[in-house]
């Protein structure tokens, strides 16, 4: 693998160099574009681009043959900014959370229409249900998917179900379109939602939505826990606590200028 003097892997630098070209400009780029302005082979750009393209941070439209940045390339962006507008200001109400409830508090998003933990603080216990930062999980099998799906429109979620599917892991997992609409009637009632055992058996997980400046659901804050300890008796105790944080972190967020929208 080449590198340059100073100990930079060339062929990596070369692919991050077309990206930023490509982000630069707006309608995309030729493959013959970028190898002019970028000073390198046809046949370099090219491959590279393959590499980037199969890991979903560039796309190329079939119309034009302009290449754009991909899906892939946004996530790492967002989770860059979640990370200073949403994780920093989370993280001394996830370790009151995982305090006051013995249990893992996670923060998580929907990314692609999937749920993905971006925050943790792991629970004390030495038996722990955790699944780590950067996992993701369906929508409809998680307790902060539920949270954040629950605030949406009903043709939202219809689409949604139409769209996605359903994906029972377990026998407890959402199976068909009615049961998701009485879910998600039962969430707007609670205001908050169960995982109960839906994506992992032996895992059950509570969770609320956080909202930003203008009152939209961004994220979810959630407690997760073995069956055993998160019980059917103890869910209304946790579900308070995780609402008052929540809300902690809601409000929070309508006071910072530049937070996340």
Known sequence: MAKTEAGIVQSVDRALAILEQIANMRTGARVSELAQD????????????????????????????HWRVGQRAHSVGESYSLHDQL???????????????????????IQAEEAVTIAQVESREIMRAIAPPGGRVPVLNSGMGKAIVATWPDEAIA??????????????????????????????????????????????????????AEGEAIAALSVSGLAARVTAESIPEIAAHVCEMAKALTDKIASTPEGPR
């Open 159 to 212: 689409n949604l179900v139409e769209r996605q599917g359903l994906r029972p892991m377990t026998s407890t997992s959402l199976r068909s379109p009615n049961e998701v609409y009485r879910e998600i009637a039962r969430i707007r009632a609670l205001g908050f939602a169960v995982d109960d055992e839906e994506y992992v058996v032996g895992m059950r997980c509570v969770a609320a939505v956080v909202r930003s």
């Open 38 to 65: 970028l000073d390198l082979p046809v046949s370099t750009v090219h491959r590279l681009l393959t590499t980037l393209e199969r890991r979903r941070f560039v796309q190329q439209d079939p119309q034009t043959d």
């Open 87 to 109: 994780v920093l200001p989370a993280r001394p109400l996830l370790r009151q959370l995982r305090d006051r409830t013995r249990e893992t508090a996670n923060l998580g998003v």
